[in-house]
């Protein structure tokens, strides 16, 4: 297996942490990269593999165990992006390139570590989760990293080297994932407990 502490009977779906295309606060297009890997390799069905937006209405959710982390405490980011693995025969596992767990990581494993629990957090906190089939995010999901400028057109952080993620319908609908209105977008919301619930070892 890839790194310590990942269960031996799983074969990751990716390559290797260090060898994946990724820019720092880019995680919905790191995720797109990672779909199209999956995709392009085929080692896996496309429908195992889903994307989840993490967020909430106030843009601010906590994440424990993330590389810019400054000791123990979370990372409040405003949204937060990461592959699900739905693994039919055994547990499920979470690619999130940001953290400092394994890659791939135990299901249960990055939910305890990464998200804790919501019950202790104010309700600004509290962390939703939009779930997105992988096929319907490589066909769909369009940024022209307009969010990463600053008003003046200098980037916040640098972009990716390659080309914006565009489609036919749309060249931005980054907002459209980030939000937790279940009536916007694709996919299904859910808050944090039913996300572990639904998505965690049963």
Not at 34 to 52: F, K, W, Y
Not at 102 to 108: G, H, K, L, N, R
Request: aromatic fraction near 12%.
């Amino acid at each position: 297996m890839h790194e310590e502490g990942v269960c031996a009977e799983y074969t990751a779906i990716t390559p290797l942490r260090e060898e994946c295309v990724y820019t720092s606060c880019y995680c919905e297009e790191n995720v797109w990269k990672l779909c199209e890997c999956i995709q392009a390799q085929a080692v896996c069905p496309l429908d195992e593999v889903h994307v989840v937006f993490i967020s909430n209405e106030n843009k601010t959710i906590p994440i424990w165990k993330q590389k810019s982390s400054r000791g123990g405490e979370p990372v409040i980011w405003d949204y937060h992006v990461v592959l699900l693995h739905l693994n039919p025969q055994a547990q499920s596992f979470v690619y999130d390139l940001d953290t400092t767990l394994p890659f791939p990581c135990p299901f249960d494993v990055y939910s305890r570590e990464a998200f804790r629990s919501d019950e202790l957090l104010k309700q600004k906190f509290r962390r939703k989760m939009r779930v997105i089939p992988a096929v319907t995010y490589l066909k769909k999901f369009a940024s022209d990293r307009s969010h990463m400028m600053h008003p003046n057109g200098t980037w916040r952080m640098p972009p990716p080297p390659y080309p914006c993620i565009e489609t036919t319908e749309s060249k931005m609908n980054l907002d459209d994932f980030i939000s937790m209105d279940p009536n916007v977008g694709l996919g299904k919301v859910y808050k944090l407990p039913e996300f572990v619930q639904h998505f965690g070892a049963k």
